[in-house]
């Protein structure tokens, strides 16, 4: 199971980024761990050519930043109250994802925590939100948060590839669970896809060739969660594919509140990155959490 001591939750005051902070807040208190809350001003010189050092920063900035500090403290002693927990009130001057990643970093964070908006502005229109531009520099893992938090996770969907990164998906997913069902899918993929649309032309019956995939499958599976679920209760789920769209499906059917897949696995490198990742398919498609864990499970 994955042990969570540190929390980073990024607060731009936003509806979704309060939905981020209680989330974090929650997993806080059920592992007895720290969170960190973090606001990021933008300096009011800071364009999308323009890298500013601590030094060039003006006085207003440090007046803003000062004023958003009380507001962040007022958060972190609310939140305190609230469930229980530590809570360190953090500001820094910067772009918003760069800060967030150093500071993850910095703390050695187990979990960052973002909204999936924030307070947009038309130049995010044109670069990105924060929470794409942090999945693309975040080296710990990231946690979107997209539901209103009324009550812990009720279900957890592991997406696996059998990648060396799956069984850190696995022991993020057993640990946010905190006991509840996990169902853990294998998708089988693009090949079988392929080769299903072709044998549907030529009019072909793949059943056996297709009921072996899926025996593998099981096995594989079967084994990968004989390493890590200790007893935990856990689904299995194998189809074939696209796999956003298996993985979007299943959380629909399922009524899944939580996703938890890797970040990179098979077939990730630039193909993925100019044509779109399925983790980063799934981050923007889903309408659950959705919970990143990169290579070494970070």
Known sequence: MSSIRCIVAATDFSEFSERAVRRAARIAQQHNAQLHLLHVVRPLDLYPSLTLTPDEFGHSDQELQQAEQTRVEAMAT??????????LPV???????TEIVGYAQEV????????????????DLFLGSTVSRLLRVATRPVLIVKKPVDEPYRKVLAAVDFSPVSAAVLNHAFGLADGARVETLH?????????LRKAKFVRVDLTDWLARQRADAEKQLDALLASVEKGAPAGRLVQPGFPPAVICQCIEDGQVDLVVLGRHGYGGGLQDWLLGSVSKDVAFAATCDVLLIG???Q
Request: no cysteine.
């Open 108 to 123: 050695a964070a187990d979990l960052v925590a973002a909204g999936s908006r924030g307070e947009s502005t038309l130049m």
């Open 78 to 87: 609310a939140l305190s109250g609230q469930f229980g927990i530590r809570v």
């Open 91 to 97: 500001t820094r001057l910067g772009r918003a994802h």
């Open 295 to 297: 290579t070494g499970g």
């Open 187 to 195: 998708v089988l993929g693009s090949e079988v896809e392929q080769r």
